[in-house]
């Protein structure tokens, strides 16, 4: 199975989440490939939109080979288990870390600006990205969120490798998927389209759902929106 690009996959997904529509959910996209998708699934679903960032941390030298990633709010997920299979010292992958760390907090006000982070407590929230490989930065982000106290987290990816599915399902409240992949390279494989998504396009997408909320809600700052539009 393919998607179009990351809209289509958006829309595919949105469709498999119409359930959780009635728990008024907050939707949280994981930039930069996931916010196009979550902006089809909040657009869908009626829901806020917002950003959650994580940063994968590469291996010294080899900043490709993942061995972990670190999230919003500080939480960390390492390999260990890779990490001394491939000789690295905790101390120099820690180094690295920090380095990503603080690339989180940069992006972190680059996409969220002036706007606060959402508040998790009680809250149903469908954590969306553009697909799961290995699915070291997605546990990150749920390690994250599980700190913020949410209702209930449900992971939503419109493809998956199978087996890390499985490892991911067991760290949040529901999962959902359009195609489950048995044999997964990369996730840019099942797609015709999966050109790079720009900070220009994640900060625009944001600043239309947060329009298109503020006219829902009839706040007087949406006439004041210039260009805002949510039907894309």
Do not use: C
């Not at 359930?19 to 979550?38: D, H, N, Q, T």
């Not at 699934?41 to 590469?58: E, F, H, M, N, S």
């Not at 919003?72 to 390999?79: C, K, V, Y």
């Amino acid at each position: 199975m393919r998607f179009r690009n990351r809209k289509d996959a958006g829309q595919q997904l949105a469709a498999q989440l119409t359930k959780f529509r009635a728990e008024s959910p907050l939707v949280l996209g994981l930039p930069r490939g996931g916010i196009p998708v979550a902006y089809e699934v909040a657009r869908t679903l009626g829901a806020p939109l917002d950003v959650w960032v994580v940063r994968k941390v590469g291996a010294p030298g080899q900043p490709e080979l993942g061995l972990g990633a670190v999230a919003e709010g500080g939480a960390l997920f390492l390999d260990r288990g890779m990490l001394h299979s491939l000789g690295f010292s905790e101390t120099e992958v820690m180094q690295t870390a920090e380095r990503e760390a603080d690339e989180v907090t940069a992006r972190v006000a680059r996409f969220r600006g002036p706007h606060p982070p959402p508040d998790l407590e009680g809250r149903t929230v469908i954590l969306v990205d553009d697909g799961v490989a290995t699915g070291g930065t997605v546990r990150a982000a749920i390690r994250a969120l599980r700190e913020r106290k949410p209702g209930r987290i449900v992971l939503a990816v419109p493809v998956g490798a199978v087996e890390s599915l499985e490892v991911l399902r067991d760290e949040v409240d529901d999962l959902v998927t359009v195609h489950p992949a048995e044999f997964m390279m990369s996730v840019g494989e099942f797609y015709d389209d999966f050109n790079q998504t720009s900070d220009e396009e994640v900060q625009e997408l944001l600043a239309r759902a947060r329009g298109q909320r503020r006219r829902d809600e009839g706040s007087p700052e949406a006439a004041m929106d210039a260009g805002d539009t949510w039907w894309v």
